[in-house]
């Protein structure tokens, strides 16, 4: 059987399918898919507490391997491949596995359902964003990232047992809420800020440093507060943002409209 020519071989990936893969930021890939299933096994044994720490701590690690990928040069398809495998193991299937158990059990087919559901919504977020990732721009995503709506269900739960674990009642029917609106966001179309346009290592103001020192401390001394809050005011810049956008655009529209019939007044009043 002849062997193919190398030109053709290359066109077709072959040389790319020899080629090895790059091991640091992989192995930050690695431990993601770790502390989802982690996760999943703690939810399934009733730690919720450390399976919604898991989560978290997952986010982080999913931050790092694409910041080291970027800092050393070692970005591949093979990377952003794994890198979404492992973003639905550890922001869709152990979250939507916590809340579950959690809080959506009592519910029977109707909680089932709901976390189905989440999950579904977060394959199809990651399926298009690694269709869209050349077409849309950087600083902003659309429909919400799946780590931020794991990180709301996380900072939920973390949040419940901060202040005792009351309202057991209150807590199936706000998560149920919770999960069904997370998962319209991730596959709607409203715009999320994404932060890949703010420049680390340019020179900042003062105030800058004095604000990142009073979140540490905020950090340090009531971390479940924080991350709630600051997931909360994420998830809802979105929509804001969106309603905005709107109400800008009719305010917009009817200017000019008002300066067309002006403009018309005033050449009748001329003529």
Known sequence: MRRRPRSIRLLQGGADRRRGIYILPNLFTTATI??????????????????????????????????????????????????????????????????????????GHWGWLAASLYVTCGALRLARFNTQIAFTEKKSFVGLPIPAAADMIAATVLLYFFFGGEGETSKHVLLLLLIYGLALLMVSNIRYYSFKDVDWRAQQPFYMLVGLVVLVMFVVAQPQILLFTAMMVYVASGPVGWVGGRVRRVRRRRERVADSEKAEAAGGDTA
């Open 34 to 107: 770790f502390l989802g299933v982690f996760a999943v096994i703690r939810a399934s044994n009733g730690d919720f507490l450390t399976a919604a720490v898991c989560i978290v701590i997952a986010h982080v690690s999913d931050g790092l391997d694409g910041r080291i990928a970027r800092l050393t040069n070692t970005t591949s398809d093979f990377g952003v491949e794994y890198d979404s495998l492992a973003d639905l193991v550890a922001f869709g299937v152990a979250p939507g596995i916590l809340a579950y158990n959690w809080a959506l059990a009592p519910w």
